[in-house]
T-cell receptor
């Protein structure tokens, strides 16, 4: 696609429910990242993938959060048993990450998914 | 550990004024990238510029210019002749370099720029 696409854009869910957020990266991009952004703050790293391999999940706050990218393209971030403190914007980003391309290290973001847990 | 500090939380200027957004970073890596992103009221995060740690040459793009000074660990962003459409939150970010590519970004807390007509 032309840009990073995320869905849903807005999600309101009740506390205790599971939520799945989807990310479709820019076509051909190797690396995919998930970030969380609270109101008035900068985005914070959650996890990232190279192809289908999850390279770093050090930013996931606890074991209720998980992510997958089974075919190396679309990714899903899942939050189980949601809590009010999970309310935030969840941003997905991707980069080409090709060693022979300097521009490949630019990280492009989607529009984000706003999650509200009530 | 990496850290990015944007000390200016909010700035207001009148249209056509010049404005500089400050960014100071901390890293132990010798190879890293610095970025600026713009977040307009609509919420998307728009890439503006990437700089690698080996290139301290300043860059100008239209009304935007960036001043990278390794000696002071700063990567400041100047908008010349500001316009109302420049109103947004601006984020500075730092990425370290590993295995041939940039890794995850560490963001500052952002500067809210308001340009008044």
């Amino acid at each position: 696609g032309a840009g990073v696409s995320q869905s849903p854009r807005y999600k309101v869910t009740k506390r205790g429910q599971d939520v799945a957020l989807r990310c479709d990266p820019i076509s051909g991009h190797v690396s995919l990242y998930w970030y969380r952004q609270a109101l008035g703050q900068g985005p914070e790293f959650l996890t990232y993938f190279n192809y289908e391999a999850q390279q770093d999940k050090s930013g996931l706050p606890n074991d209720r959060f998980s992510a997958e990218r089974p075919e190396g393209s679309i990714s899903t971030l899942t939050i189980q048993r949601t809590e009010q403190r999970d309310s935030a914007m969840y941003r997905c980003a991707s980069s080409l990450a090709r060693l022979d391309s300097f521009s490949g290290n630019t990280i492009y973001f989607g529009e984000g998914s706003w999650l509200t847990v009530v | 550990a990496q850290k990015v500090t944007q000390a200016q939380t909010e700035i207001s200027v009148v249209e056509k004024e010049d404005v500089t957004l400050d960014c100071v970073y901390e890293t132990r890596d010798t190879t890293y990238y610095l970025f600026w992103y713009k977040q307009p009221p609509s919420g998307e995060l728009v890439f503006l510029i990437r700089r690698n740690s080996f290139d301290e040459q300043n860059e100008i793009s239209g009304r935007y210019s960036w001043n990278f000074q390794k000696s002071t660990s700063s990567f400041n962003f100047t908008i010349t002749a500001s316009q109302v459409v420049d109103s947004a939150v601006y984020f500075c970010a730092l990425s370290f370099f590993s295995s041939g590519s940039a890794r995850q970004l560490t963001f500052g807390s952002g500067t809210q720029l308001t340009v008044l007509p």
